[in-house]
T-cell receptor
Framework: NAGVTQTPKFRILKIGQSMTLQCAQD?????MYWYRQDPGMGLKLIYY???????DKGEVPNGYNVSRSTTEDFPLRLELAAPSQTSVYFC????????????FGEGSWLTVV | AQTVTQSQPEMSVQEAETVTLSCTYD???????LFWYKQPPSRQMILVIR??????QNATENRFSVNFQKAAKSFSLKISDSQLGDAAMYFC????????????FGTGTRLKVLA
């Protein structure tokens, strides 16, 4: 069972570069989320989506963009990377098919230098 | 707005002993979900246990059980017969059954298991 798959797992970016974190789920979940977790801290919601074509901002959306063209995929775009974006990024999904439990990917470790 | 509070930043327990992690939440909703997640050093978020608010019976999963006190808005996690592999960050989470379908997480409790 794949669940939620994130790529890449590790990435080093230079200041000002851009990149996309990929996320895919195979559980037919309507809801998908992107969180970031800074060292020693909890989870902060960046963006979320309630279905294909519908996205909304979370607590910390600045510097990021998302799109949801299909139910399965929810990529996160980092524009003009800054050292403050050094973090672990988690994609997650939930839906009625899994009792509304949120399931997480393994995380993407991003360092901006 | 709903909030989730974990007032214990760090806890320690001897191997084979029992420990209870606290979680309180604030909501005006009557129906919602509550969760405990474990995050080991690998950073993977692992579901430990889940509780639906309309169910009065406390959820259990092997050595893990909860004490759900709806009126007090309390959702503590009890780990029995603690093992070295239980050492991790534990996050309490809340989700309403209506509205924006966002999950609200507490700030976490770091559990150390002493051999």
């Amino acid at each position: 069972n794949a669940g939620v798959t994130q790529t890449p797992k590790f990435r080093i970016l230079k200041i000002g570069q851009s990149m996309t974190l990929q996320c895919a789920q195979d559980m037919n979940h309507n809801y998908m989320y992107w969180y970031r977790q800074d060292p020693g801290m909890g989870l902060k919601l960046i963006y979320y989506s309630v279905g294909a074509g519908i996205t909304d901002k979370g607590e910390v959306p600045n510097g990021y963009n998302v799109s949801r063209s299909t139910t399965e995929d929810f990529p996160l775009r980092l524009e003009l990377a800054a050292p403050s974006q050094t973090s672990v990024y988690f994609c997650a999904s939930s839906g009625s098919s899994s009792g509304n439990t949120i399931y997480f990917g393994e995380g993407s470790w991003l360092t901006v230098v | 707005a709903q909030t989730v509070t974990q007032s214990q930043p760090e806890m320690s327990v001897q191997e084979a002993e029992t420990v209870t992690l606290s979680c309180t939440y604030d909501t005006s909703e009557s129906d919602y979900y509550l969760f405990w997640y474990k995050q080991p050093p690998s950073r993977q978020m692992i579901l430990v246990i889940r509780q639906e608010a309309y169910k009065q019976q406390n959820a259990t999963e092997n050595r893990f059980s909860v004490n759900f006190q709806k009126a007090a808005k309390s959702f503590s996690l009890k780990i029995s017969d603690s093992q070295l592999g239980d050492a991790a960050m534990y996050f309490c989470a809340y989700r309403t059954t209506s509205g924006t379908y966002k999950y609200i997480f507490g700030t976490g409790t770091r559990l150390k298991v002493l051999a």
